[in-house]
């Protein structure tokens, strides 16, 4: 049983839009990030947080420890937006992180 | 500029071979990580080194090893008891305690011929 779900599993979405990609997680955790993977495979990481809201530019992370949730938003997507957006826990117990499958988001003009 | 290396991008791997899969971080961070991905999954723990010559297995790590002889670098081997090898795999740096983002390489895909 995987201990991190996302969702949507996929999401299309088009430019302008505001979006979000769900996280729900089933265990404690210290920490949580929001990964993003482009086409090539390679992996940056957005946030991390442990409690509250973080924002950067047109990306808005929250989470709420007691729900054990959290959500990514974008706001006036682009194009460029395009990718796979990961959450990843590190719990508790351990220092490596438990990821979910991935949101796949294509944005189109 | 600081950051991650791993070599190859592409790797092909006979059938009975061992591959070793290179990775190099010059963040002076303590800790490094090999993850795996495959379609459709989430990306899986293999090894874990939070200390020179000190290492943790994850969830998959049967068929591969790691050694942490360096600070800067975590190499993979893939040996010929991983049955299917086949898979994209990702290595990744961060400091240790208390808790800190996780830097990651662009990946190597590995496929068997």
Known sequence: KNEVEQSPQNLTAQEGEFITINCSYSVGISALHWLQQHPGGGIVSLFMLSSGKKKHGRLIATINIQEKHSSLHITASHPRDSAVYICAVILNSGYALNFGKGTSLLVTP | DG??????????????????????????????????????????????????????????????????????????????????????????????????????????RLSIL
């Open chain 2, 3 to 108: 950051g991650i290396t791993q070599s190859p991008k592409y790797l092909f791997r006979k059938e009975g071979q061992n591959v070793t899969l290179s990775c190099e971080q010059n963040l002076n961070h303590d800790a490094m990580y090999w993850y795996r991905q495959d379609p459709g999954q989430g990306l899986r723990l293999i090894y874990y080194s939070q200390i020179v010559n000190d290492f943790q297995k994850g969830d998959i790590a049967e068929g591969y090893s790691v050694s942490r002889e360096k600070k800067e670098s975590f190499p993979l081997t893939v040996t010929s008891a991983q049955k299917n090898p086949t898979a994209f795999y990702l290595c990744a740096s961060s400091m240790s305690r208390p808790v800190q983002p996780q830097h990651f390489g662009d990946g190597t």
